[in-house]
């Protein structure tokens, strides 16, 4: 029975076809692009208070789009990081390669769901062509399987459960007809440095923290291969393609063919040092690592893709399907790519669009400078720091800096001046028992004219702390 009331599907049939609701998204979205590399790095505090007009109890009636677009253009994007921009070096956050951007506008009107073929033809033919790309890149074992996820934190997971699956079957044990309940045991071997998402994966998994098997590592965060115990069939080795806050890579040849004569399992984090895999001229870092069983890698790191684009790499496919494949009687499985096999998630965004597009517009060249180019900007940055009496504390091999002033207070004081000056914005960790400055120079934005703008920054942070620390 039809009815004369005004519902709210009409207004959002309606709404579908007013495109000057899109022209106006539009048009706010390149006025942000136009000013992201002069707005502050960091909100101040008129911007965060400008989030309170979000704190509102739902209303009852129907919202009007444009007013919706409007307080999120006026209060949503003066509160934004400019990681987009080139002086944010707070974590590993890359920029956005333009075309990549474009796709993604197309992709998410789109809406894709990238489960299954049946339900997307286009995001299962571009999943396998990037599968394909990213193998030749790596140079990975040819049959490698990529599954595309949120970010590296998900792609460890699934690489680690399958490597714990694939060593207990081995052992006669099939953990997901019976569970981790009288299973034999799985030892883990990591390194002292291994990132928290390792732990955080392992704790899911049933593998916790106590019964890990930690191996001391070298200066530069580096597992020390000489102290790696005896690996056996029932050991998960997790490596690091590079450190969170050095950016070093472990030893993979001595360690990987190690693992390969005793049976074992490895899984590298490469979460942004894996790229390195790709340029002509850092590969070295990387050598040996297609020795191992799995990768997980972030494309919105070093790759300069959108966010969220992480993925898992496997050279079993077989033994990433079966630790993460799914049944039911409505689902259709097809002769085609079944994107869902390779991840833990069913219902999925197409993000493999934006990867598509990154990687068609850089080509293998330009994916080898990108990288090459960001441990350039790292290696100038770090000199011109050190030019202006900062200790760079780490080898800059890759696109990390760890910078100090040698005093933990007066450290941790140039980081709050440089973090109040909203000119640029990195972070801190602890290197040892040492204070540090932690900068990521992870965005292709990044100019050299960026770089000296932010070492005159550090400059004055460094002579405020040091005035401060006088008068105290």
Partial sequence: MKTNNKIVSDNLREEALDFALFEQAKNYAINYMDNILNQAVFPDMKALDGLNAFKEPLQVEYGDPYKILDLLHKNGSPATIAQTGGRYFGFVCGGIVPVALAAKWLSDTWDQNAALYVISPIASVLEEVCEKWLVELFKFPPN????????????????????????????????????LFGAPEIRVILGEEAHSTVYKALSILGLGSERLIKVPVDDQGRIKPELVPELDASTLLILQAGNVNSGAFDDFKTLCQRARKAGAWVHVDGAFGLWAAASDNLNHLTYGVELADSWSV?????????????????????????????????????????????????????RIVELWATLKSLGKKGVSELVEDLHDKAKYFANALKDNGFTIKNEVCFNQLLVSLGNNDTTENVLKFIQISKECWCGGAKWGNDSAIRISVCSYRTTYEDIDRCVKVFAKAKDEALNDNAID
């Fill in 144 to 179: 490698t399987a990529a599954g595309f996820v949120g970010g590296s934190s998900t792609a460890t997971l699934c690489g680690l459960t399958a490597g714990r699956n694939y060593l207990l079957n081995k052992l006669g044990y099939d953990v997901s007809k019976n569970g």
């Fill in 298 to 350: 972030d494309a919105h790191k070093t790759l300069n893709a959108p966010y969220d684009n992480g993925i898992i790499l496997c050279s079993n496919r077989e033994a990433l399907t079966n630790a993460l494949h799914m049944t039911g009687s409505y689902i259709i499985y097809s002769d085609q790519r079944d994107g869902m096999l390779y991840t833990p998630d069913m219902s999925r965004r197409a």
